[in-house]
């Protein structure tokens, strides 16, 4: 295949996934000499938008405040002639940039498992046309394999190094509509990391440590285990997963007991598959012994545990009922169940009566916005959730009805992390909407980002807040102040919040914390489950097809049911240095839009296997499928034993029958399209006169499949 180049000039190369466009992560490039290259092969050096080579702590406050935005770092590259642009990938993405270099052939075919991977995600070609780059979701390191000895290259980025973009998508993306997709394939990836990374990760082992294998187990109880897992995040990454279960496996001896400790914590993760294939990795770790590697125990757990903040109290019960006794031996008696007056301990118990349970909740905006220590607001990007933010604090600032709701007014600070850049045309805009002279605006600005997982920065910002009294301060956004942190680890998302509440307490404000919906918006704010459960209330701000929208989805002691419809208006605030019209949005509030009906996928593994097989048979392309190919792919890969137990009738292979009523249910649901004798995924059909579903019961007993379409 000839070189391609792609000329940064070229606005009309595809842009990259919709999630990452906006993602102030982007640099420019250019080709340069290499003086240490023997081949003359040049450097891709990376550069900031304003010209200057990158430099210093990769990810650090300064390298991080000086990358920018697709578009931007596009346009820079036009105006000062860069070679193209490219991305910094940073932990807190959740997404990492796969790497296959010369795996391109002269009639530009891919090796299998490359293409499998390609077919799923948006890939492209790399700069030279010889290699691939692949966006999937998940952290898989910082690794590179030679092609020296392999048959390409591999190398993967996930929170460090740059990458170029090219935006010359390989015809997968265009085919399959995956210009937006960056997908999960971690049964793809995790092999091929595994196999080819095994070899610079090889621990050598001594052969005459007769420890090695028999590593002694901590005599952890059931429920001590149990209490180890309950701080820890089902969805760490899956190397500490399997750490989790192997130490679980070596402490029980692989029974049962440890099997479901392991099983019933990972169901609280998202990323849970299922029993049925925890029970198959279970039954994997039998095979490590005698391997000659050491045992994973449950110190390695009770490792994590500690780093994720799980102490053991160490608490005797027999100490207790002494101390119980001793407690209540000179205690008067009291009516009710209540502790007496006078009591001192820290935990008095108060009775059903007590006035101090029965004071009212305050409010900020009354419903919406409470006065309490954490409250979220999140949404994707695109959907408003700043310009929503900014509306609701301008009416707390000004003691303004928000909504036909009551607000008390307070002074706000506003912590503009992400887009500080843009912060001043918003509060103009706000400002012009309303009437107001900026300076009577009750709001203070913050455009520093500190880091909230740092003492010092934590610290700084305590100060701060105290300074000038503020009863509310805004994060925007939580990415954005926690740099280099996983969201998806307990560990960092818990110090994060548990910081930011120690702010609140010490300064008795409000923590209003603007944050980024997941992949699937569906399912909340992206990242560590734990930051919804630590909220005393979450606001979700979402876009779709019918419009704009606010829903109240948490408020503890409050109504959670609460939506409001609005649009975003453009404000001209007025003209830059070129002379060019500068404009913003504000929030116009309508009637609130219908949500879209969820869809809830194909269900059960059978159809799961279905469409996974109908895709690798063709049903994803507009040539589609042929539906006994399906269904004979879909039924050799159900697992069947004809052989007859004792005392127990002979088995019936009934896969072809079960498996026949699945697909015309995956029809009769639309999740495939029949055209006489073929099966299509949805939206790659060939348009006909009318669409039916089709039961294929019939038709399956004479292997002929009819409909009733018919030609154009």
């Known amino acids: 295949m000839d070189n391609i180049t792609i000329n940064a000039t070229d606005r009309s190369i595809l842009p990259p996934p919709a999630e990452l466009r906006e993602q102030p992560v982007w640099l420019i490039w250019r080709k340069e000499r290499d003086p240490d290259s023997s081949n003359g092969k040049p450097l891709k050096v990376p550069y900031y938008a304003n010209g200057g080579k990158r430099h210093g702590k990769q990810g650090g406050i300064d390298d991080r405040g000086r990358m920018t935005t697709f578009a931007a770092a596009r346009d820079a590259a036009v105006r000062r002639g860069f070679t193209g642009v490219g991305l910094a990938l940073m932990p807190e993405l959740g997404i990492t940039a796969l790497d296959f270099d010369n795996c391109v052939d002269e009639d530009g075919r891919l090796p299998p498992e490359i293409e499998q991977i390609a077919s799923q995600t948006y890939a492209e070609y790399s700069p030279s046309g010889k290699g691939i780059r692949a966006f999937v979701r998940g952290s898989y390191g ?8 392999n048959p390409y290259g591999f190398e993967v980025f996930s929170s460090n190094g740059f990458v170029t973009f090219t935006g010359n998508a390989m015809p997968y993306t265009d085919i399959l509509g995956l210009e937006d997709t960056i997908a999960d394939l971690d049964a793809l990836i995790a092999p091929l990391c595994a196999a080819r990374f095994q070899a610079t990760t090889q621990r050598s082992f001594d052969p005459d440590d007769f420890m090695i294998g028999r590593e002694p187990k901590t005599g952890q109880t059931l429920s001590q285990m149990e209490g180890l897992l309950s701080v820890l995040d089902p ?3 899956r190397a500490d997963w399997i750490r989790v279960g192997m130490a679980a496996h070596h402490e029980t001896d692989g029974d049962d007991t440890g099997f479901y400790l392991w099983n019933d914590w990972s169901q609280n993760g998202e990323k849970y598959p299922s029993e049925e294939a925890l029970r198959t990795q279970w039954e994997s770790f039998d095979r ?4 000659g590697h050491s045992n994973i125990t449950m110190a390695t757990v009770m490792k994590m545990a500690k780093e994720a903040g799980y102490r053991d109290t160490g608490v005797d019960s027999s100490d207790l009922r002494q101390q119980a006794q001793e ?15 006078g009591y001192s301990g820290k935990f008095p118990v108060h009775g059903a009566s007590d006035p101090a349970l029965h004071q009212s909740t305050e409010w900020y905006i009354k419903g919406v916005l409470p006065k309490a220590d954490l409250i979220v607001l999140y949404g994707q990007s695109g959907s408003g959730k700043s310009f929503v933010a900014l509306d609701m604090i301008g009416a707390v600032a000004r003691g303004k009805q928000w909504q036909g709701c009551r607000v008390k007014k307070a002074k706000v600070v506003l912590i503009a992390a992400e887009g500080s850049g843009g912060v001043g045309k918003r509060i103009r805009a706000y400002c012009k909407h309303y009437g107001l002279n900026e300076a009577d605006l009750d709001i203070g600005i913050i455009r520093v980002p500190p880091n909230v997982i740092e003492e010092v920065d934590v610290k700084e910002l305590c100060t701060a807040l105290a300074f000038v009294q503020a009863d509310i301060f805004v994060i925007d956004t939580l990415a954005q102040v926690t740099p280099g942190a996983n969201e998806n680890s307990s560990d960092d998302m818990g110090k994060a919040i548990r910081n930011i509440r120690l702010i609140t307490e010490a300064t008795g404000a409000t923590a209003l914390v603007v944050h980024h919906a997941g992949k699937d918006a569906t399912r909340g704010a992206r990242g560590w489950s734990g930051i919804r459960a ?3 209330a979450e606001i979700e701000i979402s876009r779709n097809d019918t419009g704009h929208l606010i829903s109240i989805t948490k ?3 409050g109504d959670d049911s609460q939506q409001w419809g609005f649009r ?3 404000v001209q605030v007025g003209i830059d240095n070129d002379g060019d019209i500068e404009t913003s949005c504000v929030v116009e509030y309508v009637e609130a839009p219908p949500k879209p009906v969820k869809s809830s996928g194909p269900k059960g593994k059978i159809q799961a296997t279905i469409m996974e097989r109908a895709r690798h048979c063709g049903a994803g392309t507009p040539e589609g499928a042929l539906m006994q190919d399906v269904i004979d792919a879909s039924v050799g890969t159900i697992p069947f034993d004809p052989v007859q137990a004792e005392g127990e009738k002979k088995p019936r292979d009934q896969r072809r029958g079960n498996v026949t009523r699945a697909v015309t249910t995956l029809c009769n649901q639309g999740y495939l399209i029949t055209r006489n004798d073929r099966l299509y995924v949805k939206g790659f059909e060939p348009h006909y006169t009318s669409e039916h579903t089709v039961s294929l019961l019939d038709a399956s007993a004479s292997n ?5 379409f018919e030609d154009i």
């Open 534 to 536: 630590a909220a005393d």
């Open 235 to 237: 969805d760490m990454p």
């Open 704 to 708: 002929c499949f009819k409909s009733d």
């Open 555 to 557: 408020m503890k002691d």
């Open 288 to 291: 490590r012994k005698g391997s």
């Open 568 to 570: 975003l208006n453009q």
């Open 327 to 341: 407690a209540t031996s000179n205690l008067s008696h009291v009516d009710g169940v209540r502790t007496p007056d």
């Open 142 to 149: 910082n690794r590179k394999s030679p092609s020296e000895g």
